[in-house]
């Protein structure tokens, strides 16, 4: 069956980076596409971008340009996001799910998520 | 602000039907699919309802979808207290190049 496992929690500073891990099982990894969601707490879902890990391709939501950075490592089938110079406001769980198509969106299924506390 | 508008929160009693409203542009659901989730409390999103009107698989047919130009509806008929979630409306935009999300809507079975 499909799943995605995602790291686990990190708190962190003010403008330090964060990099949440999600490894997927069940399916061909390099077929499907994957899209990282978040959701701060109390609010609801906000898409952060998407990876094609078989073709390398990548599509970063506008708001996060040039923080964000998603990868996928084909050998161990396992996603990657990273941001950087970290804000308080980006203090949410994180969540991979595993996406369809391009220019289209549904996902199927989600990782447990990963709880990104920032604080000073 | 969402670029999609969703009614906040909704009630219903047990065994009525509620209705919730995903409205949005022609940038989005005019021209795409839309997708819906439901999110139990404390737990992750879990899809609903594909390319407008399609049930996902194991989702029980008193979930329904429907789409008319810019708005999306997901209708729930016989609800159940484990209905009680939050649920969103998900599509691409194409004016942004991504997806957007509606706020999201709380509904209370009581």
């Known amino acids: 069956q499909v799943q995605l496992v995602q790291s686990g929690a990190e708190v962190k500073k003010p403008g330090a980076s964060v990099k949440v891990s999600c490894k997927a099982s069940?399916?061909?990894?390099?077929?499907?596409?994957m899209d990282w969601v978040r959701q701060a707490p109390g609010q609801g879902l906000e898409w952060l971008g998407r990876i094609h890990p078989g073709e390398d391709r990548t599509n970063y939501a506008q708001k996060l340009q040039g923080r964000i950075t998603m990868t996928g490592d084909t050998s161990t089938s396992t996603a990657y996001m990273e941001l950087t110079s970290l804000r308080s406001e980006d203090t949410a769980i994180y969540y991979c799910a595993r996406a369809w198509g391009d220019g289209y969106f549904m996902v199927d299924y989600w990782g447990q998520g990963t709880l990104v506390s920032v604080s000073s | 602000q969402s670029v999609l508008t969703q009614p906040p929160s909704l009630s219903a009693a047990p065994g009525q039907k509620v209705t919730i409203s995903c409205s949005g542009s022609?940038?989005?659901?005019?021209?795409?699919?839309v997708s819906w989730y439901q999110q139990l409390p404390g737990a992750a999103p879990k899809l609903l309802i594909f390319?407008?009107?399609k049930r996902f698989s194991g989702i029980p047919d008193r979930f329904s979808g429907s789409k008319s130009a810019t708005s999306a509806t997901l209708v729930i008929t016989g609800l159940q207290t484990g209905d009680e979630a939050d649920y969103y409306c998900g599509v691409w935009d194409r004016s942004l190049r991504g997806v957007v999300f509606g706020g999201g809507t709380e509904l209370t079975v009581l």
């Open positions: 022609s940038s989005n659901i005019a021209n795409h699919f």
């Open positions: 390319e407008d009107n």
């Open positions: 069940g399916y061909s990894f390099n077929t499907y596409q």
